[in-house]
């Protein structure tokens, strides 16, 4: 079996039994990826015309973004009453998500603002149900890596060396970028 077929299963099962291990590993992976490239456009002195200065702030900043997901939907390990617990903080996820929706969204519609609120009886819905948590992290793990990996195509596709060192990447992180900026939503 080829590499990408053995890419693209990996994907797949993980997706489709709800691995959050795995998913958080390919998010990681994912966002390790805009890193690299965002950085790989100063280290290769690519010349950005103006209206471009912003993009490489934006994105790290986007990267930055991810990271503190992936450790919120980890959760926070604290002692609470003698006993070691872990919770995820979901009212901060789900409002770095929206963050990161309306980034993607200013990157590429620059008058695009809008934010909203989450309300206690939100909070309660989601905390109620353990299900209800875990289908919510797995539903943000989707939406931001869809949202990374369309933004490291279009930064690809920007900039010449970003592109060179995309094709660096090792083919998995390639793979993933590429099938999570095909996946199409309803």
Not at 135 to 145: A, E, M, P, R, V
Request: hydrophobic fraction near 40%.
């Amino acid at each position: 079996m080829n590499d990408k077929i053995y890419n693209l299963l990996e994907i797949y099962f993980a997706h489709q039994n709800n691995d959050m291990s795995k998913r958080i590993d390919h998010f990681v992976s994912i966002s390790n990826s805009l890193f690299i490239l965002t950085q790989c456009l100063f280290d290769n002195n690519e010349k950005v015309k103006y209206f471009q200065l912003e993009l490489e702030g934006r994105l790290f900043r986007f990267g930055l973004a991810n990271q503190s997901l992936i450790n919120l939907i980890k959760g926070n390990h604290f002692t609470l009453i003698n006993e070691k617990v872990q919770i995820g903080d979901i009212f901060s996820i789900i409002s770095i998500t929206r963050m990161q929706i309306e980034s993607f969204l200013i990157m590429f519609y620059s008058n695009y603002a809008h934010s909203e609120h989450i309300s206690d009886r939100q909070y309660n819905s989601y905390c109620k149900m353990k299900k209800s948590i875990t289908d919510s992290y797995s539903l943000i793990i989707t939406i931001n890596t869809i949202l990374t990996s369309k933004l490291i195509l279009y930064f690809k596709d920007s900039f010449r060396s970003v592109e060179k060192n995309y094709l660096e990447l090792n083919s998995l992180d390639r793979d993933q970028i590429e099938f999570w900026n095909k996946v199409k939503t309803k």
